[in-house]
T-cell receptor, first 116, second 114 residues
């Protein structure tokens, strides 16, 4: 079965410093990987996805993620963190159900706290 | 995402009551999903529907039922609510033709069962 793991419950970073939120995956076949962000009292918002191609995926709000097949990782990164980036971040992987039909499996989430 | 709406946004109820959470979307997507979010557990899939006539159980469907009244509407019911169903519930949609299967989420319903 497909799965993702987010090994950190919380990540703390100072504003202006680079940030990394970690995700590892376990899939059979080629992975479709996603990052979503949840701001307080809001639904999840799509940040970026990896389907195929370039291992460095660029997304919304200056975020990017690096797909690493050998390490089965898909870490979310940003060169310079903002206080407004403070939120809950979810990694997800697509799980095949039957021909043409899929669903997403989410990690437990990582809370990012950016301090001024 | 304003294209996916959920009602109510907050609900407090008592054990044993029947509760319905509603989801509507204007995105024209065929696929709709119900998730619950619990701290430390991420999002878990309750039910999903790939079109009006195709409804499937997710990983935690016990105690829940759904109704897909139209392409745009997907309701989640708790027939007899219990306290461990206290959670944040999200509806989501996706496009049949989106190769990447990106999902679009509603703002959530916070349900408290006393």
């Amino acid at each position: 079965a497909q799965s993702v793991a987010q090994p950190e419950d919380q990540v703390n970073v100072a504003e202006g410093n680079p940030l990394t939120v970690k995700c590892t995956y376990s899939v059979s076949g080629n992975p479709y990987l996603f990052w979503y962000v949840q701001y307080p009292n809001r639904g999840l918002q799509f940040l970026l996805k990896y389907i195929t191609g370039d291992n460095l995926v660029k997304g919304s709000y200056g975020f990017e993620a690096e797909f690493n097949k050998s390490q089965t990782s898909f870490h979310l990164k940003k060169p310079s963190a903002l206080v407004s980036d403070s939120a809950l971040y979810f990694c997800a992987v697509r799980d095949f159900i039957r021909g043409g039909y899929n669903k997403l499996i989410f990690g437990a989430g990582t809370r990012l706290a950016v301090h001024p | 995402d304003a294209d996916v709406t959920q009602t109510p946004r907050n609900r407090i109820t008592k054990t044993g009551k029947r509760i319905m959470l509603e989801c509507s979307q204007t995105k024209g997507h065929d696929r709709m999903y119900w998730y619950r979010q619990d701290p430390g557990l991420g999002l878990r899939l309750i039910y999903y529907s790939f079109d009006v006539k195709d409804i499937n159980k997710g990983e935690i469907s016990d105690g829940y039922s759904v109704s897909r009244q139209a392409q745009a509407k997907f309701s989640l019911s708790l027939e007899s609510a219990i306290p461990n169903q206290t959670a944040l519930y999200f509806c989501a949609t996706s496009d049949l033709w989106d190769r990447g299967d990106e999902q679009f989420f509603g703002p959530g319903t916070r349900l408290t069962v006393l």
